[in-house]
């Protein structure tokens, strides 16, 4: 079974950083994409970002891009999000799951292409 842990979320001023990390065993990394998602109180579950170590693509959504960041190491099995510049809109529950392809689309992730999702951290922009 795979199991997929994130964490790293915290309570950060406006224009601060975090750096999310989602940990996956067995290491999968080689054989499935990795997805981050989020979801915000009264809002749809949001696809931010996917990362494929194995073909090195990746998909940042537009509402995030130019700062944040994704990334991977397979030795650690982790995929990580590093995020600047937040906003209080960021403010949500962050999620990663299981890709059911190696390989990340170019386009607006979609929750039927992935399985296995983590518990989810906490990110909240507030000062």
């Known amino acids: 079974q795979v199991q997929l842990v994130e964490s790293g979320g915290d309570l950060v001023q406006p224009g601060g950083s975090l750096t999310l990390s989602c940990e996956v065993s067995p290491n999968i990394l080689p054989y499935h994409s990795i997805g981050w998602f989020r979801q915000a109180p009264g809002r749809q579950r949001e696809g931010v970002s996917c990362?494929?170590?194995?073909?090195?693509?990746?998909y940042i959504s537009d509402s995030v891009k130019g700062r944040f960041a994704v990334s991977g190491d397979n030795v650690k099995n982790t995929v990580y999000l590093q995020m600047d510049s937040l906003k209080p809109d960021d403010t949500a529950v962050y999620y990663c799951a299981r890709g059911f392809h190696r390989w990340c689309s170019s386009s607006a992730l979609r929750d039927s292409d992935f399985g296995d999702w983590g518990q989810g951290t906490q990110v909240v922009v507030s000062s």
């Open positions: 990362l494929s170590t194995s073909t090195g693509s990746s």
